[in-house]
């Protein structure tokens, strides 16, 4: 009787500013790995450029097995799993689902008033969020869960 084992979404602590390079690299050993992250407009005294920033710092998501656990760190870059008591801390599929569903251009219902400090559900991420500052129709968060922080709009 063969047994399959259960393949989990871990999270992977890397150095900072190293999440993408070591997303192509998981990706290119064959490892399925996820980092959700959007595109901001940097200014510089000299140039404007579009630079993807995560929305996890430091933190990458792969879809391993506990048995294949130890790959990741064959990649430069990976610094060590997330632990959650004395345990790998596991991300569930819906959250995963959840984060690759969102959208920069969501829309939250403002049929109160919304301040610095409140607490609501994030749209499309399921999860709840301290708002953090209002700025005209964006909306900035923290999600409580991830300790992200994400943007959306209010209408």
């Not at 450029?49 to 097995?65: A, F, G, I, Q, T």
């Not at 760190?73 to 596991?90: C, K």
């Not at 403002?110 to 709840?128: H, R, S």
Request: charge should be positive.
């Amino acid at each position: 009787m063969s047994t399959v084992a259960a393949k989990h979404w871990f999270v992977v602590y890397t150095k900072p500013r190293n999440e993408l390079k070591v997303l192509e690299r998981l990706l290119g050993i064959g490892i399925v790995a996820y980092t959700p992250f959007k595109t901001e407009l940097r200014k510089w005294s000299d140039r404007k450029k579009k630079v993807k920033v995560p929305l996890l710092p430091s933190m990458v998501l792969v879809y391993l097995e506990e048995k294949e656990t130890a790959k990741v760190f064959e990649i430069p870059g990976v610094v060590r799993y997330l632990f959650e008591n004395g345990q790998r801390a596991i991300v569930s599929a819906q959250e995963v689902e959840a984060m690759k569903a969102y959208q920069a251009d969501v829309y939250v219902d403002k049929a109160k008033q919304i301040a610095p400090g409140d607490t609501l559900e994030v749209p499309t991420l399921l999860q709840t969020g301290e708002v953090l500052q209002i700025q005209g129709k964006t909306c900035i968060a923290r999600l409580q869960k991830l300790g992200a922080i994400v943007r959306f709009k209010i209408s």
